[in-house]
């Protein structure tokens, strides 16, 4: 059922020194450092994983990380291979994977860049996407108190009829 | 026979032709005002037409979230109007924030950033409501000669 997962897995394995599960059907986990991420990121992208379909970014504030995922899909294997490194939450430096995928990770770089204050090393325009003229700290965080920031930014505790909103 | 016309209207008449109206939406905006293009409310019989620029435009109308982007694009397309200029707001969202109170990325109160004329409240409003809106425009306008 999951064989060419299984052989896939098991070619990456021989190649580089990670952590690796068949998730299921069609689904490949990987656990990688993140000084490993071009190279292995050139590795896929030669052996047909041309497709990086989303990056995003998971922000663990207990441990103080945040992981960063790749997905990459392959016409030709039909597997979906997720790719993950963690790195620290209070100096969010990666390694930008423009080079590899070009525009097409360009945009999400972009955009993890705005929502989660991570800097992708070699992308050369990390521009706002969406908040214009932004002063608050990067709003997807998990200590960001949105709430606590709409307050003090839109709302007048003395006038009466904002009142409900400080419930 | 002759259809006999009101002195409101023939008032009315005699100040503006027509209402030429700037759309800008975001969200579900749009959706709110679609009824009126249809067939059953058909605002062209009362010469309300959606122009394509701002400075043909007597009306503007916003409608749904603005965000801190598109609001200095609402900004610069009111700077483009001719006098007399007139803002409607639709929706509850422009009014308060609506849904989204406690959204960092959307503005509260529509008229921290526009001189806004009319609100028209409700989620959305009924097209009734919009077409009592634009017979007040009429008023407004002779108010201001």
Redesign the interface.
């Given at each position: 059922m999951v064989k060419k997962e299984t052989e896939f897995l098991k070619k990456i394995k021989t190649k580089f020194k990670v952590e690796g599960k068949v998730q299921k059907e069609r689904r490949i986990w990987l656990t990688i450092a993140k000084d490993k991420l071009i190279e292995i990121c050139k590795w896929m992208k030669e052996n047909g994983y041309v497709h990086l379909s989303a990056i995003s970014v998971t922000d663990w504030l207990k441990d103080g990380n945040y992981e960063i995922t790749y997905h990459l899909w392959s016409y030709d294997d039909k597997i979906l291979v997720t790719i993950k490194t963690k790195i620290s939450r209070n100096t969010p430096i990666i390694d930008s994977v423009t080079q590899i995928w070009g525009n097409n990770a360009q945009i999400h770089e972009r955009e993890l860049h705005e929502l989660f204050g991570v800097n992708f090393e070699g992308n050369n325009d990390l521009f706002p996407l969406?908040?214009?003229?932004?002063k608050?700290p990067a709003?997807f965080r998990k200590d960001f108190d949105?709430?606590d920031?709409?307050r003090k930014?839109?709302?007048n505790k003395k006038n009466e009829r904002e009142l409900v909103?400080y419930d | 026979m002759m259809v006999k016309r009101s002195e409101k209207a023939k008032t009315m008449r005699k100040v503006i032709k027509a209402i030429w109206i700037f759309n800008w939406f975001n969200s579900c905006g749009f959706a709110e005002l679609v009824p009126l293009v249809g067939s059953r409310w058909d605002m062209e019989r009362f010469g309300m037409i959606i122009v394509g620029t701002p400075r043909h435009a007597d009306v503007l109308f916003i409608a749904g979230y603005q965000t801190h982007k598109s609001i200095e694009r609402a900004k610069r397309v009111y700077e483009q109007m001719a006098e007399p200029r007139v803002v409607i707001a639709l929706g509850s969202c422009t009014m308060t924030g609506g849904m989204y109170w406690d959204s960092y990325n959307t503005i509260k109160k529509l008229d921290d950033y526009l001189p806004v004329t009319m609100y028209i409240p409700g989620c959305p409003p009924r097209p009734e409501a919009v077409f009592e809106a634009c017979e007040k425009i009429f008023q407004h306008v002779k108010e201001l000669e």
């Open positions: 969406f908040l214009e003229n932004w608050g709003p949105w709430r920031f709409v930014e839109f709302y909103y | -």
